[in-house]
């Protein structure tokens, strides 16, 4: 993680990290204000509440409450040597806590990451940089090896060769990469999350059988997602580049809506057309890309090559960012590499889909297969170890596609775990399955996995799917658990050449009546491919782009960032139009209007139902505010300053409600309640003197709202190095 500190006045210092801010000062005996810890007090302090961390999760876990247990640490100091010290950790137990209990918990303080780092030594390299935002691989701390040369399946490169091209890409477009956690907790079963450090909404996670061919995976995942623009999905990319020579590539094409709102000729094709508006009902203003909001230049279409005849096909970037996610995208050594990951992909995700919705039973493997591939048996075994005991199935459907599956069970909680991998050889699907099961997860984490269920619908219902896409948590039935399969265990093989195994995925999609549709990115120095199966790959359900549109957003996003501003008739006009549209009241602003919010600020935590309140406030219509003053106490989770502001304000609603009633002669107690400044907010916002309290005023330049600006510095420079190889001045 970086941390970017800031010199304040006197000896005061400033920390800055993820969306939060530390300030340090000194003693005042030490010439400091005394206004803020020093530095080593939050160390101090740092390992005592990661020990409480910890013991807190061993409570949870067993249902123990923590109101009767107490730590604390104290720092004896060697006298002769004062960087010589003692942390004692005393923990204060109940005393009718079981013995298995008060060991258990001891246990648990160990764990503490704080003592683990310093007892490990970490070393410190103190350097001079000519741009600290440009130092972009110095926390990686996987280098590549000359000495060495690890050849995997799958990989046209060696590892290291990999790892030193992808760094060296990410370098050049000046993207500082941190990885902010590491996992190995079974054999052969490494995953790590990297990120920008810049702006932390850009990460990924990597996975494999090695360090190094998880960080492998990371690298690559990152390079896929700046490619094919997906860290910067439903973002609003800001005035600056809607207005720009291109948004999204210099190849891009632009499309207006024809007559009543049509979609104009030349965007997608007639097997598209017929896929995406099966009844009619699909209008241009449906395809207006979100980013740019430039609903005057028309619809922003990216080219992608039909393989069936190689012809080129116009796709409105709304449409691939609307119902495809991140599905079908990879970077690679080479096009045919990265073509094998995207198809796989693919096959893993519509096979996946399938097999949950109707349901089917798979074949188990055999134990005589699995022990041909020792090292994925190892890490079998020790989940198993563990007490999570592992269904290994052939997901191939009798050969047909690539594709295995690693469902783990956990007695404990009776969730279940249903991951998926796949490639064009066994082995490496197989590998796949289990290194994304236990990708970024603990042991603790398996615990939030849901249970089987025999309800169908719950099984089929297409939110189901999206769960299973973004982190394989959705629900499977019990069904899948059947000794009777449905087909039988075949031992496939699809491997070859990676341009083999390319054209026979291909060749399985063709033989499906499907149409594949393909772009490849290589300006950025690694092939990347993004490849669309209408009708097959997408993730969200097509008729999202009439009822769901993420460009929603335009009708919407300059009056919210500019609310300070708007007058009564605006306003009123703002909250008729959420009223008409029927989005979801626990909608975030966040997702609404693509801007990415702090989420400790209120801005951060707002729902539609929170604005539509406070513009009944702003507009003194004091019923409407009262009636969804209840709703969010009653359903909002938020956090508990704003949950005593909405107390004290229904309190002082039904005062004002009430002709029976004075606020004078509640206000004394009111104060003492609440606290006087929340009462003069509360009051203030009543009465129409405060206006959105909480939210601090911005506009479409997107003034203070620092977290949105960090993400488009790192789209500006991706979007810079498309100018600048693409010859278009930027």
Not at 185 to 206: E, K
Not at 573 to 601: H, K
Request: hydrophobic residues 40%.
């Amino acid at each position: 993680m970086e941390i970017s500190v800031n010199f304040l006045d006197n000896l005061r210092l400033e920390a800055k990290f993820n969306d939060f801010t530390v300030v340090t000062d000194q003693p005042i005996r030490y010439k400091g204000d005394g206004s803020a810890p020093g530095p080593f007090d939050y160390f101090l302090a740092s390992s005592a509440l990661c020990a409480a961390h910890f013991v807190r999760l061993y409570c949870n876990a067993r249902n123990i409450p923590t109101e009767n247990i107490r730590l604390s640490q104290d720092n004896i100091v060697d006298p002769e040597n004062r960087y010589n010290q003692i942390f004692r950790i005393q923990v204060e137990l109940p005393d009718d806590l079981s013995e298995k209990d008060r060991k258990g918990i001891l246990r648990s303080a160990e764990r503490c990451t704080v003592k683990k780092v310093v007892q490990t030594q970490p070393q410190f390299e103190i350097e001079a940089v000519s741009n600290l935002s440009e130092d972009a691989q110095a926390l990686l701390m996987v280098e590549p090896d000359d000495d060495h040369r690890t050849f995997i399946e799958g990989k046209d490169l060696p590892l290291e060769q990999t790892i030193a091209n992808m760094t060296g890409i990410l370098e050049d477009l000046g993207m500082k990469i941190e990885v902010s956690s590491w996992r190995n907790i079974v054999p052969h079963v490494w995953s790590l999350h990297i990120r920008d450090a810049y702006s932390q909404m850009c990460f990924t996670n990597g996975k494999g059988a090695t360090k190094e061919a998880a960080l492998c995976s990371a690298l690559g995942e990152f390079i896929e997602r700046l490619n094919c623009n997906f860290f910067y999905n439903d973002q609003f990319f800001g005035e600056e580049i809607a207005n720009s020579a291109f948004v999204h590539y210099p190849n891009e094409e632009w499309f207006k809506p024809g007559p009543d709102d049509a979609v104009p000729e030349g965007l997608l094709d007639a097997h598209c057309m017929a896929i995406y508006d099966p009844d009619g009902e699909l209008g241009g203003s449906n395809l207006i890309d979100t980013n740019s909001g430039r609903a005057d230049r028309g619809i922003c279409a990216l080219p992608y090559v039909r393989q069936s005849d190689g012809e080129t096909v116009f796709f409105p970037s709304n449409l691939i960012e609307n119902l495809f996610l991140s599905n079908g995208m990879s970077a690679g050594n080479t096009v045919p590499e990265a073509t094998v990951q995207c198809l796989s992909e693919i096959f893993e995700r519509a096979v996946k889909k399938q097999i949950i919705e109707e349901e089917i039973v798979l074949p188990d493997v055999p134990r005589s297969v699995l022990e041909k591939y020792p090292h994925i048996v190892e890490g079998i075994d020790a989940l198993e170890a563990q007490g999570f005991p592992l269904v290994i199935k052939d997901a191939s459907l009798g050969g047909q596609y690539p594709v295995m599956c690693v469902t783990l069970m956990n007695p404990k909680t009776g969730g279940v775990f249903a991951s998926f991998g796949a490639h064009p050889s066994f082995e490496v699907a197989l590998e796949r399955s289990l290194t994304e099961l236990m990708q970024g997860r603990s042991f603790e984490g398996l615990n939030d996995v849901p249970a089987p269920t025999f309800n169908s619908l719950a099984v089929s219902e297409p939110n189901n799917f999206v769960e299973h896409f973004i982190d394989s948590t959705g629900v499977v039935s019990w069904r899948f658990f059947s000794a009777k399969h449905d087909v039988e265990f075949c031992e496939w093989d699809f491997s070859g050449t990676t341009e083999e195994e390319a054209e026979r995925l291909f060749g399985i999609l063709a033989e499906m009546g499907k149409e594949v549709y393909v772009a490849v990115y290589e300006e950025l120095g690694a092939p990347v491919c993004r490849i669309l199966v209408p009708g097959y790959s997408e993730i969200y359900p097509v008729e999202d782009l009439v009822w769901d549109n993420t460009n929603m957003a335009l009708d919407y996003r300059e009056d919210i960032l500019n609310i300070h501003s708007l007058n009564d008739d605006q306003l009123s006009d703002l909250l008729e139009r959420l009223e008409e549209s029927q989005i979801d009241d626990y909608t975030n602003i966040i997702t609404l209007i693509g801007i990415e919010f702090d989420e400790n600020t209120v801005w951060g935590q707002l729902t539609v139902l929170e604005l539509k309140l406070l513009i009944a406030l702003a507009l003194q219509r004091h019923e409407d505010a009262l009636d969804r003053v209840g709703q969010f106490l009653q359903f909002n989770d938020n956090t508990v300053e704003r949950e005593l502001f909405y107390q004290a304000m229904n309190a002082v609603l039904e005062i004002t409600i009430d002709d029976e009633l004075e606020l004078d002669d509640y206000r004394y107690n009111l104060n003492r309640m609440f606290g006087e400044q929340t009462m003069e907010d509360v009051v203030g916002s009543v009465e129409g003197r405060v206006r959105f309290h909480g939210l601090t005023p911005t506009n479409m330049q997107l003034e203070g709202l620092e977290k949105h600006q960090r993400l488009l510095e790192s789209y500006k420079k991706l979007h810079a190095a498309r100018a600048a190889k693409a010859g278009i001045p930027s």
